[in-house]
């Protein structure tokens, strides 16, 4: 048996017809820990076949081509720290590869795991930031508004039926705010006001701040700025 440990590393656009990232076959064994394996071209993120085996800790594998958690590591997903949601590199197109505010692979979104992947912060927002979009099963999170804002923001969010909801408040280098909602929340559209408040009722500073919509195991993250 023949295999590879791949401690803080990223992988991103690379292509295979089967791991499009990582592959492992033929009894190998593959171990992953604090990685981040995004946007292969083709084939899926990692490649176990029923012949190998993997061990995968506080990584975060999202948007390859042919799938992320599927085959042999598809039980692995939700545990071990383990996420699927987009990293939110800064540059990868430009080969930077450092983790925007509010990525939800920085030590402050993970505080059990640390940092994923081979670089931390490096930016405020992503140089591409994706178009708001429909969550899987049909959540979305709306644009705040007013943004800026002083002294308060009403952000809104929408689920479909009633599922288990969480929107929290994070600082640029990733560490929580304040919890708006944890609850199961009813279908429909919801609305929260944010009062620029930490969870112990003390205004917080001006600056840029994330929040986040957490939906079963489904994420969107939006940017808004307080001045005062």
Known sequence: M????LVQCSFYGNAAPYGGNISSDCS???????CIVASSADGVGVYVDNLSSAHIDCTDIHGNAGGDWVGYIEVLLGKDGNICEDPLFC???GDDFTLAAGSPCLSGFNPDCGLMGAHGLGCDAPSAVPPPGILTGGARLYPNFPNPFNPATAISYEVPTAQQTRLSIYRVDGRRVVTLVDRLSAPGRQEVVWYGTDEHGRQVPSGIYFYRLEVGTYSETKRMALIK
């Open 2 to 5: 023949s295999g590879a440990a």
């Open 91 to 93: 540059d990868p197109e």
């Open 28 to 34: 190998g064994h593959v171990e992953l820990s604090h």
